[in-house]
């Protein structure tokens, strides 16, 4: 029998326990459990003793945006009482503040779960209590749309929508509430709710199942990403802590996508290396949207031009390599006004129109730190070596994720395999596939399909990206100093076509083909929905030497067509050219705009490497060119203008005719000198078929022939035929004659080729030898 006297005591003494407890339902962990565990804070305590780049890291933490992670760090895994008095009050001061809280609260869950054992069982349950409401307001209530609670409709509200679509919401802005709540459920280590939460309409399994693309591709301008991988990693590793791998690390999507695969998206996008002239080189990636001229994951530069966009490793020129600030590498740390706070602001009682304060997020160095850590194969490591500051032989990790240094001997790159990423509307192809491509002067070019994502500019069926040795060729260009209008958000300042002036749709309905060889990389892309009226087919045939392009549009009605591209550098004389008929080449070179080199941002050697590209297009009636300067940054009245060194031409041909085909051979060159002799029509058909022959200069290696079949019927058997050759193919073919090789790739049935005098050439079809007869200098196969 318990005395009266001693009851409340009593009921303190149960729901101190039950505070204790983990949840009904939920495995038994113990605390802390979500970034560093007990046996974490043992290694970590030793090595913080003994290895001096432990100390390095931290300091570095302490000195970027990732302070808050540091003080953690002296709170959760050092122990310091004035750390944890100092964290334990900033834990309290989110779980007291006014419900909604702010939308970024993934370091108010690892406050939680590290210092758990510093809290009584009172501030476990207003925990608790915080955690759970924050959990029903954001997920299952959604009060964004609730004015009597959240009076936001200028703010918020409007990057949300009640029903989801990839396109009609802000992820980089309304997805960290979702992870927030995620984490919450996690952190409670409530199984019930965790799979209620992860369920819910709009939350972990939709972003999964209907949000990313392919394998897990963002949808939205790729810059706005950085916003939550960081919460969405913790996440993953909490659930694998629970034993509920199957949520986190382990689901897989309707369509494929996965926490692996969304990472490794990051990689996929990525082109060659781009030598600035220091130990700390550029890796470029995929650039689209309204915001395409951002630096992207970088301090800002000291190297200006439009050519330093998207990057999966930011480089440091010439003229900043001794800057302090850059160092250490790439930023690791990233803060956004829009991406949430921990708290609200106090305007219109619990209304402001943002977060209070800035919640840093996680860069692209922390993501790959965790996925080497995990899938050590996939060449995150590599990257992450690319980041190490100039007097660095290892790269020194963060402490968050159990790295050791990386000594990049030991972290190969991956391979990178061209591609299709049909939902995200991307093609890349690669002329080098193996792990050399980071390295590889061999070019890469992605063109866009027609799919719509949220932040978009009119791209559709453009190139975003050419690159080779080791150098941007072509690149879209963005005039606005914030988000894109007008000529920014146009297709005139891409690398595609336009028609009648006026802009391409987005659509699914795009039909796409591919094929990838080792001498060859094909890809073709058709749609109906993106001009009205106008059926309209892009494909390219990428060698290691050159990019076939051919680009046909066909309809009953006359219409204007202009067909763009922007290169880096000056175009040679002649500025304009009328052409009926007969092709024409505009060569564009990266040259110093001064006579000294050395007084440049980039430094001679990037101008004594003469790159440049040649661009030769076969004729089709009447046709107008245009080579004219590429319009360049706006800059604010009284501002100085950006330094562009390298300047841009942009190439406009214009023909106006019911249906059109523009056949372009892009040629990338270095030493000034191109490579390529003769570029010409073998025969084409008005049922879509087109041949060409590409003819090098002595010693090249260049002697190809190019066939496509474009439309529905490109499956069936056609015969083209011209200059004495005839080819029996369907789809798209190419052959590469040599003295005692001919090499052929694609769908051949026949082949009559000249091949030189008194060769005896073997034919290599598809990779295997085949019996052709050659005599007087012609290889006929006829199987």
């Given at each position: ?121 009172e ?14 307001d ?10 009597a ?6 703010d918020?509200?409007?990057y ?25 459920a ?9 799979r209620?939460?992860?369920s ?45 791998n ?10 494929g ?8 998206s990051?990689?996929h ?7 600035l ?24 530069h ?56 800035k919640t ?5 160095p ?37 790295l ?35 390295e ?51 297709v ?54 050159y ?35 007969a ?41 107008a ?38 056949i ?29 022959a ?36 369907s ?26 005098k ?26």
């Amino acid at each position: 029998m318990i005395d009266r006297r001693s009851f409340p005591q009593a009921i303190a003494l149960f729901v101190s326990i039950c505070a204790a407890c983990p949840a009904a339902g939920a495995p038994a962990v113990e605390r802390p459990f979500m970034l560093w565990n007990k046996r974490d804070i043992a290694r970590l305590n030793k090595a913080y003793a003994t290895e001096p780049w432990v100390k390095q890291s931290l300091s570095r933490l302490e000195q970027s945006r990732g302070k808050p992670v540091a003080r953690l760090f002296y709170a959760g895994v050092l122990g310091e009482e004035d750390a944890i008095a100092q964290e334990k009050k900033t834990l309290l001061d989110v779980v007291h503040s006014p419900a909604p809280q702010g939308a970024a609260q993934w370091l108010t869950v690892l406050r939680y779960d590290l210092l758990y054992h510093e809290l009584t069982p009172e501030e476990r349950r207003e925990c608790e209590q915080c955690f759970r409401k924050y959990i029903d307001d954001h997920v299952f209530r959604r009060i964004i749309f609730d004015d009597a609670k959240w009076n936001n409709r200028g703010d918020y509200r409007r990057y949300d929508a009640r029903e989801y679509t990839r396109t009609n919401w802000l992820p980089n802005i309304i997805w960290p509430w979702k992870v927030s709540a995620n984490l919450m459920a996690v952190a409670l280590m409530d199984e019930a709710l965790i799979r209620k939460t992860w369920s819910a309409y709009g939350s972990w399994q939709w972003y999964f199942d209907e949000y990313l693309c392919d394998e897990g591709f963002y949808s939205e301008e790729f810059s706005k990403m950085t916003s939550t991988p960081g919460a969405m990693i913790l996440y993953c590793e909490g659930l694998e802590a629970l034993g509920l791998n199957e949520l986190g690390y382990g689901y897989v999507g309707a369509g494929g996508a996965t926490m692996r695969g969304h990472l490794e998206s990051v990689i996929h996008l990525g082109y060659p290396r781009v030598d600035l002239g220091t130990s700390q080189p550029h890796y470029p990636s995929v650039t689209l949207g309204d915001l395409r001229h951002r630096q992207h994951f970088s301090t800002g530069h000291s190297v200006q031009g439009y050519f330093v966009q998207d990057a999966i490793v930011k480089g440091h020129g010439p003229a900043e390599a001794t800057r302090e600030d850059l160092a250490g590498g790439d930023m690791r740390w990233w803060t956004a006004g829009a991406w949430g706070g921990e708290k609200r602001t106090n305007r219109q009682g619990l209304t402001g129109p943002w977060d209070m304060g800035k919640t840093p997020k996680m860069g692209i160095p922390l993501w790959f730190e965790l996925g080497h850590a995990r899938w050590p194969e996939a060449g995150f490591g590599y990257f992450l070596t690319q980041m190490r500051a100039p007097d660095q032989p290892r790269y020194i990790p963060s402490l968050l994720f159990g790295l050791e240094p990386l000594d990049p001997k030991d972290t190969p790159p991956p391979p990178a395999p061209s591609a299709v990423w049909p939902e995200r509307g991307l093609i890349m192809l690669r002329a080098e596939e193996s792990p050399a491509y980071w390295e590889s002067p061999a070019p890469a070019v992605c063109m866009r399909t027609a799919s719509n994502y949220a932040h978009n500019v009119h791209d559709s069926f453009t190139l975003a990206g050419f690159y080779a040795f080791h150098r941007p060729i072509y690149l879209n260009r963005q005039t606005c100093s914030s988000y894109a209008t007008g000529h920014s958000r146009s297709v005139a300042s891409h690398a595609g076509v336009q028609v009648d002036d006026r802009e391409p749709g987005f659509t699914y309905e795009t039909v796409v083909r591919s094929h990838f060889s080792p001498l060859v990389k094909f890809a073709a892309a058709r749609s109906e929905a993106v001009y009205e009226g106008v059926e309209l087919s892009r494909s390219l045939m990428l060698t290691r030497e050159y990019l076939l392009d051919v680009v046909s549009l066909k309809s009953d009605a006359p219409h204007e067509y202009r067909w763009r591209v922007h290169a880096l550098g000056s175009a040679a004389v002649p500025r304009k050219i009328r052409s009926d008929g007969a092709p024409w080449a505009v060569t564009v070179e990266q040259i110093c705009p001064v006579e000294d080199p050395d007084s440049t941002l980039l430094g001679r050697g990037w101008y004594d490497r003469q790159i440049g590209v040649r661009l030769t297009m076969l004729g089709d009636g009447k046709t107008a060119v245009d080579a004219t300067d590429t319009p360049r940054l706006e800059t604010k009245p009284g501002a100085a203008p950006p330094r562009d060194e390298i300047g841009g031409t942009t190439i406009t041909v214009t023909r106006k005719q019911p249906s059109a085909t523009f056949i372009a051979v892009h040629e990338p060159f270095k030493n000034g000198q191109p490579q390529i002799a003769e570029i010409r029509r073998i025969g084409e058909t008005k049922d879509g078929v087109i041949a060409v022959a590409v003819i090098g200069q002595p010693g090249s290696g260049i002697n190809d022939r190019l066939l496509i079949r474009l439309g529905d019927d490109h499956e069936q058997n056609t015969v083209v035929s011209g200059d004495g050759e005839r080819f029996t193919f369907s789809g798209h073919a190419f052959v590469r004659i040599g003295a005692e090789t001919v090499e052929a790739r694609g769908f051949l049935l026949d082949i009559q080729a000249r091949v030189p005098k008194d060769a005896n050439s073997r034919l290599i079809l598809n990779g295997k030898p085949v019996k052709a007869n050659v005599a007087n200098g012609v290889m006929v196969f006829e199987p």
